[in-house]
């Protein structure tokens, strides 16, 4: 059983920073990609950033890039998030990607997790 866990969330003011964890259990995910989403009310679910097995293997949407860093510790990830503003409000989803494949395709995560809210207060 897979399982996948978000930690971190929580208020935040405009400028500021916060790190969120994820914590993946249940397999070995040593050729794995794992990653993160994030959903804000009214909107589309948008890709954030992801990491493979290597480490050249990053990925990250274009509105965050320069602002956040995914790093990765087996099969535990974080999302440090720095300039934090407003259009950064939603949820964060934690996923894991299939048996090596990179970068996965956004219908190619196969577990998620139950979201951690971040709300960037202006």
């Known amino acids: 059983q897979v399982q996948v866990v978000e930690s971190g969330g929580g208020l935040v003011q405009a400028g500021g920073s916060l790190r969120l964890s994820c914590a993946a259990s249940?397999?070995?995910?040593?050729?794995?990609?794992m990653g993160w989403f994030r959903q804000a009310p009214g909107k589309e679910r948008e890709f954030v950033a992801a990491i493979g097995w290597r480490s050249s293997m990053l990925e990250y949407g274009d509105s965050v890039k320069g602002r956040f860093t995914i790093s990765r510790d087996k099969n535990t990830v974080y999302l440090q998030m720095n300039n934090l503003s407003s259009e950064d409000t939603a949820v964060y989803y934690c996923?894991?990607?299939?048996?090596?494949?990179?970068?996965?395709?956004?219908?190619?995560?196969?577990?998620w997790g139950q979201g951690t809210q971040v709300t960037v207060s202006s």
């Open positions: 996923v894991t990607g299939r048996l090596g494949v990179w970068p996965p395709p956004p219908r190619e995560y196969d577990y």
């Open positions: 249940g397999r070995a995910f040593n050729v794995y990609a």
